[in-house]
């Protein structure tokens, strides 16, 4: 008997990439959100893709983009949302910290309460690719608008991200939006986010500005736990991700090739005639074959490493290094899509050309990067409503009444806690001197309370029931309510990966044992990590 690993979610992380789109708006207790400046959606699909594996679904009251292709890619993804072409700054246009404009207590009427509040505003003004505006840009007003947004709504949590450039604005946006969501009782605070090792396959860096309502849970720890989503992979490749696709036959527009110049053709079939990489200086255009450090531009794909960051100059082999590492041609939308973490489930139909399709594409929010954190943060701040069912029964939102009394009494006996498993394991651990906390939360963004703590020595210990979370020999599935049962355990599941996570990131070691297995040999294997875990400190 050994304690389980943290599993690879690689393949979990595949599947989405692959499957069909999932009912998100069919499931119980739906998460709120708002997206401004939402583009064709990407942050909220990586929202509510994080509440369908913590077994919750998704209501989207309002998204708001300018731009008309991005708000019919949106609502063609999301159905059941309200979307609206429009301008953020007209429906949030109160000043920063002034009461609600009328306008704006009539939308906030209108919306509810919301649990989270989402956005990309314009990224253009602060982009080093701008050369001529560079960070001193009107577009770089609009930033504020999420933290005006904010005050107006009252979300749990805000999300605002942008390329990391936005840092230097020569009116210090970043610092104005963080003191109005402070001014606004928000605990507020920013980083630079890697994506490669949240699970993104390429090499792209992200601002982010977290904004949590509810008092104890600091955002600086919320980012302290960011670490690999895959810790048996912390780089995930080019092949990972496009591979399947390369014979791919689709007349789809996302799947059309891009169309090169001869003379581009060229410089392809010359890579792979030398199996090159990286196109020397003399066969380049003249204006660059003079010093620079742009190696990437009119490169080849690697299938072993992640791509370069993906931009909406993809289909260019001008534009960066975007050349398919099989194949002489550059890479397509849909192959983009991929890098971008955008499942194959998305439509894309309503971009009528391919210019627009690849805007949409390479100005996407990997949703991971939202998914990411609203794993974390979902549990602790958007809790369930409480309804009563038709039986009397008081049930989460969503949850079906039991489907008889006898049904009911053996759901209400069931200890959440302090179960006749840990009881045995406490008893076998005291009988063996160890020391340990009951019932605590080391980290924040856990979903779950861990059963017992050794902090000294960063060790976590659950003991899980053979039910609830899944065990392969004993896990049986209801039949009545069967398939709210199977996402509720499933959730369980996939709660049970992030916590471990969550955990492994801070630097502890997780020891997880069912219910079933017997509680000396758990004890011992306990006490072994406590000796090599203290043996490892005491030789530092």
């Not at 913590?54 to 063609?76: E, P, W």
């Not at 409503?385 to 029964?393: A, D, F, I, L």
Request: proline share 6%; charged share 25%; aromatic share 8%.
């Amino acid at each position: 008997m050994t304690a389980r690993a943290l599993h690879c979610t690689c393949a979990e992380d595949a599947k989405f990439l692959r499957s069909r789109r999932p009912a998100y708006e069919d499931l119980p207790q739906r998460v709120r959100v708002v997206d401004l400046f939402a583009g064709g959606g990407g942050l909220t699909l990586g929202i509510a893709e994080a509440a369908r594996r913590l077994g919750r679904g998704v209501d989207v009251r309002l998204a708001v983009d300018s731009d008309a292709d991005a708000v019919q890619v949106f609502q063609a993804n999301f159905p059941h949302a309200y979307v609206v072409r429009g301008f953020v700054e007209e429906w949030f246009n109160g000043r920063l910290g002034s009461k609600p404009t009328q306008h704006e207590r009539e939308i906030a009427g209108s919306l509810g309460t919301i649990d989270v509040l989402l956005g990309g505003p314009p990224c253009q003004g602060h982009s080093n690719l701008n050369n001529h505006t560079r960070r001193d840009d009107e577009r770089n007003g609009l930033y504020a608008r999420m933290a005006r947004a904010a005050e107006v709504l009252r979300p749990a949590f805000a999300l605002v991200e942008n390329v990391p450039t936005v840092q230097h604005d020569v009116e210090d946006i970043v610092e104005v939006t963080m003191k109005a969501f402070r001014n606004a009782e928000y605990d507020v605070a920013d980083t630079v986010v890697d994506l490669l090792p949240l699970g993104v396959p390429q090499r792209r860096r992200r601002h982010v500005i977290l904004a949590i309502a509810r008092p104890g849970i600091d955002p600086r720890q919320v980012f302290d736990t960011f670490g690999l989503r895959c810790a048996l992979h912390p780089q995930r490749s080019v092949r990972w991700a496009i591979e399947d696709l390369i014979d791919l036959d689709s007349t789809a527009l996302i799947d059309a090739r891009g169309i090169s110049s001869q003379e581009n053709q060229r410089r392809m079939r010359w890579l792979f005639r030398h199996d090159r990489y990286d196109l020397p200086n003399r066969l380049r255009p003249f204006c660059h074959q003079s010093d620079h450090s742009y190696r990437s531009m009119y490169g080849r794909l690697r299938w072993d490493e992640p791509a370069q960051t993906v931009t909406t100059g993809f289909g260019s082999m001008g534009q960066g290094r975007y050349v398919h590492p099989g194949v002489p041609r550059t890479i397509t939308a849909h192959e983009a899509a991929r890098l971008q973490m955008l499942p194959d489930f998305l439509d894309f139909g309503e971009a009528r050309t391919r210019s627009a399709i690849a805007r949409l594409v390479g100005n996407a929010v990997p949703p991971l990067l939202s998914m990411r954190i609203a794993e974390l943060l979902l549990p602790l701040v958007a809790k369930p409503h409480q309804v009563n069912s038709k039986g009397g029964h008081r049930t989460r939102a969503g949850t079906p009444p039991p489907s008889s009394e006898d049904v009911a009494r053996r759901m209400r006996a069931t200890r959440q806690s302090d179960t006749a498993a840990e009881q045995r394991l406490r008893r076998a651990m005291d009988e063996a001197g160890l020391k340990y906390e009951v019932d605590v939360s080391p980290v924040p963004g856990l979903r779950s309370r861990v059963d017992f703590a050794f902090s000294a020595e960063r060790i976590a210990v659950y003991v899980d029931g053979c039910f609830w979370h899944g065990c392969p020999k004993h896990a049986t599935w209801p039949k009545a309510n069967a398939e709210w049962w199977r996402e509720k355990l499933t959730a369980n599941q996939r709660r049970d990966v992030a916590a471990t996570r969550a955990l492994e990131s801070a630097g502890w070691r997780v020891l997880r044992f069912w219910a079933h297995e017997q509680a000396d040999a758990s004890a011992e294997i306990i006490g072994k990590a406590i000796r090599e875990r203290t043996s490892a400190r005491v030789g530092t």
